[in-house]
């Protein structure tokens, strides 16, 4: 008997079932992928839901709110993914609380057009809030800041306030 042809047979035995445990790896990853763009996609939706009023009494409290002390900082990970962090203090000089604050970043280029406006919410209306005279500091983390920026530091607007 030649145990050649049995090997032959072992190998084509295992290659199916190669195939298929590569197959279920394969749809394992795409659901992982598309489960984790749906979760990316909700959290924007809920995101621009919570939108915070912005109305004359919140417009005439927004010069109370101050940026200070701002830096930024540019890193990359393991992935070779480039990372822009804004970081500062918030100050309160009014005399309410702040329950929840919204702003939008905008960066420009050395034209002073805008080439990245970013909406943030620094203060979220489940956390403590900002009381009068209070400072807190806050970090922001971008994903993408196109290489046209002037590499200034972004402007700041109050886009939505809530006040206690």
Not at 77 to 92: C, E, I, K, P, R
Request: glycine residues 6%; charged residues 15%; contains cysteine.
């Amino acid at each position: 008997m030649d145990p050649e042809p049995t090997t032959q047979r072992d190998q084509a035995s295992r290659f199916p079932a190669t195939f298929v445990v590569g197959l279920v790896v394969v749809f394992v990853l795409a659901a992982c992928a598309v489960l984790l763009s749906k979760y990316s996609h909700s959290r924007q939706v809920a995101t621009a839901a919570a939108k915070l009023p912005f109305g004359r009494v919140e417009q005439a409290y927004a010069p109370s709110v101050h940026f200070d002390n701002i830096q930024m900082a540019r890193a990359t990970n393991l992935l070779n993914q480039q990372f822009t962090y804004v970081a500062g203090t918030l100050s309160n000089t009014g005399t309410r609380s702040i329950a929840g604050l919204a702003v939008t970043l905008e960066f420009y280029d050395p034209f002073k057009q805008t080439v990245l406006r970013d909406t943030e919410q620094l203060i979220s209306r489940t956390g403590p809030p900002l009381g009068p005279g209070q400072q807190r500091d806050f970090q922001i983390t971008l994903e993408r800041v196109p290489a046209e920026w002037n590499q200034q530091y972004p402007s700041f607007r109050i886009i939505g306030l809530v006040l206690q």
